[in-house]
């Protein structure tokens, strides 16, 4: 074979590798950027299944400290229900006119004691509602009876049958209440 031959040869041998080569770039460019397409896909749902996820423990996060505020603003409700009819019962025992010295040091010592429960209810945000001579609120009042007074508004309290209370912004139990027709 002459040189002219060999490299005649050797030129159809190059060119038909280069389109193998060419076709073989081709297909793996194609699959490449399928690859690349795919991935690009597969990360935008991780980054979307990731802030989703990100957004949810963000918004537990507000409400389990919303929730522990709001426990621990009303954490003694519970007790201040309890300790309410003790209140009353003071409260009724205090009313008790006598002009027996021992019956008036029992009263002084059952006022020391209501006086420092009530400190103690104030100090944790239980207010007494105030009531009589008020305009009737249905929020904080419930009235138990009407009766026309001359003289008198209508819709003012009279007479307030039982305190109410609140503790910070929350009624605990509406003032019961005797309003003006």
Not at 27 to 40: G, H, P, Q, S, W
Not at 44 to 63: G, P, S
Not at 103 to 114: A, Q, S, V
Not at 151 to 158: K, P, R, T
């Amino acid at each position: 074979m002459n040189e002219k031959d060999v490299n005649q040869t050797v030129n159809e041998e190059v060119e038909a590798t280069e389109e193998v080569v060419e076709t073989v770039e081709v297909d793996e460019i194609a699959e490449l950027t399928a690859k690349v397409e795919e991935l690009t896909k597969a990360l935008a749902d991780a980054k979307n299944d990731y802030y989703k996820a990100y957004a949810d423990a963000e918004n537990r996060k507000k409400r389990l400290q919303q929730d522990y505020e709001t426990n621990m603003k009303y954490r003694i409700q519970s007790f201040a229900l309890d300790i309410l009819p003790v209140l009353d019962n003071f409260e009724r025992a205090l009313a008790v006119k006598s002009d027996d010295e021992s019956i008036k040091n029992y009263l002084t010592g059952f006022k020391m004691i209501y006086d420092g429960l009530m400190n103690a209810l104030q100090k944790e945000g239980v207010e007494v509602i105030e009531a009589k001579d008020k305009p009737f609120d249905p929020n904080v009042h419930q009235a138990l009876m009407t009766e026309k007074v001359e003289g008198v508004e209508a819709d003012i309290v009279l007479e307030e049958l039982q305190k109410g209370y609140k503790l910070k912004d929350r009624v605990i139990r509406p003032s019961y209440v005797k309003v003006s027709e």
